[in-house]
């Protein structure tokens, strides 16, 4: 009996890694959409600074959330792309309305947490399924991802 998928990983295991994908999905779909919204809204005196600083990251958040719905797909599933799926699935919710910097950050530095705790979870199921190309994918963004919530907690003196 054959138990592994089109990419040759175990079939089971890979059902429990595209639940886990779909899931950092929805957290980088909601995560993208909040940080978007601090773009466009944000005021005050480093109005300047943040206003790049997010810019930045929404645009590789949007570079990420493309990389995460091919990885589902190369595991021959279809990945979760409707908002109403990312709300109820996410654990990061929603921002509306926010301006001022520090609070848009401290919410950037609390959705990295949350980010950065699912991104250690796929790359502890991919290490047991010898999930290459998962493992690369995730090693390179918990490193960015680090870098960021460094980055970010250092500006509010955290």
């Known amino acids: 009996m054959n138990n592994l998928n089109q990419i040759g990983l175990d079939a089971q295991k890979s059902t429990e890694m595209v639940e886990k994908l ?3 999905l929805a957290n980088l779909q909601i995560f ?3 940080v978007r919204g601090f ?7 480093k109005f300047f600074e ?5 810019e930045d990251l929404y ?8 990389e995460i ?15 109403s799926e990312y709300l109820n699935m996410a654990q990061i919710k929603e921002v509306k309305n926010l301006s001022d910097g520090r609070s848009c950050v401290q919410s ?3 959705s990295l947490k949350i980010i950065l705790e699912k991104e250690h979870a796929i790359m502890k199921l991919s290490a ?13 963004f918990i490193s960015e991802h680090e870098k960021l919530l460094w980055m970010y907690s250092a500006s509010l003196n955290l």
Not at 50 to 54: A, E, R, S, V
Request: hydrophobic share 40%; charged share 30%; proline share 2%.
């Open 39 to 45: 773009h466009w809204n944000i005021r005050g005196e």
């Open 108 to 110: 950037i530095v609390d």
């Open 128 to 140: 047991e399924m010898n999930d290459e190309g998962t493992n690369a994918i995730l090693s390179q």
């Open 22 to 24: 779909n899931d950092l």
């Open 50 to 54: 943040l206003h790049q600083k997010f």
């Open 69 to 83: 719905a091919e990885r589902v797909r190369i595991f021959g599933h279809t990945p979760i792309h409707a908002f």
């Open 32 to 34: 993208y959409m909040n």
């Open 59 to 66: 645009d590789d958040l949007l570079d990420k959330v493309d």
